[in-house]
């Protein structure tokens, strides 16, 4: 069964580095999109990517935040200058057809600002 | 934010016994999405009901999509420990085109 795959499933920064976290989306699908968890709450909407360009973003996906298509198969999260809070498990997800379609969700990558 | 609101956070029964979760938003939804997460990993799609009043049945799992569309409920019929484990709900609301998620509903199942 396809999967999105996401890399790496664990990353330990220093406050201020920057990160980029990696998603290989499946192959046929036109929407992608990051979301975060901190550990006990709640999955939290940050982007949403379609046509190689972001369709929407939350309050959360400030200028800290970038999202990348470099080629035909990765997408990635940038964050610029990590703060302590930035630490969460962070899961991309891909749908076929519309933004409203079924989404599949990568098993996440834990981030770890200290 | 949409906030859909999930009932109850936590919920411990005995194996064999049934079970409900509530999702409830203000807010009408064009579809509504459950979703369980094991610790570790990203939410698994159960089932996706987009029409005001349906119910779909997965084996022992029964979801409800309120009339309104602004709420939906999870039913488990006697459960088993292989079902412990986060329910979420997620709904993509009207002229919205993006997905929110609940509260969850951490659900263990004792043996």
């Known amino acids: 069964e396809p999967e999105v795959t996401q890399t790496p499933s664990h990353q330990v920064t220093q406050m201020g580095q920057e990160v980029i976290l990696r998603c290989v989306p499946i192959s046929n699908h036109l929407y992608f999109y990051w979301y975060r968890q901190i550990l006990g709450q709640k999955v939290e909407f940050l982007v949403s990517f379609y046509n190689n360009e972001i369709s929407e973003k939350s309050e959360i996906f400030d200028d800290q935040f970038s999202v990348e298509r470099p080629d035909g198969s990765n997408f990635t999260l940038k964050i610029r200058s990590t703060k302590l809070e930035d630490s969460a498990m962070y899961f991309c997800?891909?749908?076929?057809?519309?933004?409203?379609?079924?989404?599949?969700f990568g098993s996440g990558t834990r981030l770890t600002v200290v | 934010t949409q906030l859909l609101e999930q009932s109850p956070q936590f919920l411990s029964i005995q194996e064999g016994e049934n079970l409900t979760v509530y999702c409830n938003s203000s807010s009408v939804f064009s579809s509504l999405q459950w979703y369980r997460q094991e610790p570790g990993e990203g939410p698994v799609l159960l089932v996706t009901v987009v029409t005001g009043g349906e119910v779909k049945k997965l084996k022992r799992l029964t979801f409800q999509f309120g009339d309104a569309r602004k709420d939906s409920s999870l039913h488990i019929t006697a459960a088993q420990p292989g079902d412990t484990g986060l329910y979420l709900c997620?709904?993509?609301?009207?002229?919205?085109?993006?997905?929110?998620f609940g509260t969850g509903t951490r659900l263990t199942v004792i043996p």
């Open positions: 997620a709904g993509a609301p009207t002229g919205a085109n993006n997905l929110f």
């Open positions: 997800a891909s749908s076929p057809y519309t933004e409203t379609g079924t989404r599949t």
